[in-house]
T-cell receptor
Framework: DAKTTQPPSMDCAEGRAANLPCNHS???????VYWYRQIHSQGPQYIIH???NNETNEMASLIITEDRKSSTLILPHATLRDTAVYYC????????????FGQGTELSVKP | GAVVSQHPSWVICKSGTSVKIECRSL??????MFWYRQFPKQSLMLMAT?????????EQGVEKDKFLINHASLTLSTLTVTSAHPEDSSFYIC???????????????FGQGTRLTVV
C-alpha cells in the first residue's frame, strides 16, 4: 500500500490560504489521492480527490505534482471552522478501495 | 455529499454484554462499507471491510468473533461488539463508498461515529 507522509501540525492565520503538503512517493499509476478532514469527535469529512490533474471544488484545491509523488491541499481562505486534522490518503486499488489513514496534519487556524 | 448515518451516537454498556452499532447509507446504495476504530489522540484504524451479501474481510489483528459484522442489505451494515470489555471503549466509525466494486475513484462518506464506553 502506498504510504503518505504529512507534517504533524501546522498553523494558519484566519483569512489566509492554508497549504497542506503530503508526500506519497510510492504511489502507483492507478491510485488516487484523497483528502479528508476530521473535526474533533466527528466522522471524517470528504474534501477532494484526484489522480494526476489538479482539482478544485467549493471547499479546496488539490495540486498534484507531475511525477505524482507529492500533493498539496489548498484551503484558499481559512476560517476558524477549518481547524481540524487533515488526512492525505492514497486509496488502495484492490480490496474494495479501502482508505488507510495515516497520522494526518493538525491544522490550527488562528484569529 | 451522500449521507451516512450511525446509530447510536453514544452508548454505555456493562462488561460482558454485547453492543450493536448500525450504519446506514441514507440516499445511496453501498455495496461496500468499512468499519474503523479510533482511540483518543490517534488516527482511524481500519477494522474490516463489509460487503453486501458476503462475509466481511477483517484486517490483521482484529478478532472476527469479537467484532461481528453483518451487511444484509445495500443500505445497512451492523457491527456487534460481543462480550465487551473496558478496553473495547473507543470511537467506532463506519464509512460507505459510493459506486460498485469497479468504481474505485469514487469518494467514501463517513458516519458521525459511535462513542462506546464499557464499564
Amino acid at each position: 500500500d502506498a504510504k503518505t507522509t504529512q507534517p504533524p501540525s501546522m498553523d494558519c492565520a484566519e483569512g489566509r490560504a492554508a497549504n497542506l503538503p503530503c508526500n506519497h512517493s510510492t504511489i502507483s499509476g492507478n491510485e488516487y489521492v484523497y483528502w479528508y478532514r476530521q473535526i474533533h469527535s466527528q466522522g471524517p469529512q470528504y474534501i477532494i480527490h484526484g489522480l494526476k490533474n489538479n482539482e478544485t471544488n467549493e471547499m479546496a484545491s488539490l495540486i498534484i505534482t507531475e511525477d505524482r509523488k507529492s500533493s498539496t491541499l489548498i484551503l484558499p481562505h481559512a476560517t476558524l471552522r477549518d481547524t481540524a486534522v487533515y488526512y492525505c490518503i492514497v486509496r488502495v486499488y484492490n480490496q474494495g478501495g479501502k482508505l488507510i489513514f495515516g497520522q494526518g496534519t493538525e491544522l490550527s487556524v488562528k484569529p | 455529499g451522500a449521507v451516512v448515518s450511525q446509530h447510536p451516537s453514544w452508548v454505555i454498556c456493562k462488561s460482558g454484554t454485547s453492543v450493536k452499532i448500525e450504519c446506514r447509507s441514507l440516499d445511496f446504495q453501498a455495496t461496500t462499507m468499512f468499519w474503523y476504530r479510533q482511540f483518543p489522540k490517534q488516527s482511524l484504524m481500519l477494522m474490516a471491510t463489509s460487503n453486501e451479501g458476503s462475509k466481511a474481510t477483517y484486517e490483521q489483528g482484529v478478532e472476527k468473533d469479537k467484532f461481528l459484522i453483518n451487511h444484509a442489505s445495500l443500505t445497512l451494515s451492523t457491527l456487534t461488539v460481543t462480550s465487551a470489555h473496558p478496553e473495547d471503549s473507543s470511537f467506532y466509525i463506519c464509512s460507505a463508498r459510493v459506486g460498485g466494486t469497479g468504481q474505485l475513484n469514487t469518494e467514501a462518506f463517513f458516519g458521525q461515529g459511535t462513542r462506546l464506553t464499557v464499564v
